[in-house]
């Protein structure tokens, strides 16, 4: 069982980076297709690449849920976790490098992401063996992860006009379709 939750982990996180580096291009790749933008980054902004992480866990997870069932403990609330400390390393060191730097650095921004991911399954990792947490643990857990994607849905196609949902290269808001 260890082997296989290790393995599905590695696996994971593989998934998750190279899915979400995909995923940063298929909205465009798709002609900008409007129903993929609610999966994928529509434009620059820092809000719409927090898809990144989230979708790709999100997919993987019920792949993982699938394979592992009931051999784990806290499996949604360790999911929550993990998506909550790989989208808060995202966005701590994208707003602390740029604002010591004054200007962005993919390599940095690329570097965050995987690091992001690496942490938020490692924790992952070590809840999915604790002891088992009551069960409206895992139903407020599955409920916010459901509420996040909501989120992520509706503020792609409605954003509100701040810094984290403005794309940097044309200062616009949400989708940017180029017909």
Known sequence: MKTKLQ??????????????????FVFEWSNQWLPLGAITPVNESVWEHLKLVFWPLVFFSIIEYLLLKREVNNFVLSKLIAISIAETT????FYSYTATLGTEILFVDILSFIIGVVLGYLVNYKLLKFKKT????????????????????????FPPEIPLFQDPETGLYGIILNL
């Not at 393995?7 to 998750?16: K, P, Q, R, W």
């Not at 409206?136 to 196609?157: C, Q, R």
């Open 90 to 93: 995202i966005l701590i060191s």
């Open 7 to 24: 393995s599905l982990e590695i696996l994971g996180v593989l998934f998750v980076i190279i899915i979400g580096s995909i995923f940063h």
């Open 134 to 157: 009551p069960k409206w643990d895992m139903i407020i857990s599955a409920i916010a992860i459901i509420l996040l994607g909501i989120i992520f849905v509706f503020f792609t196609y």
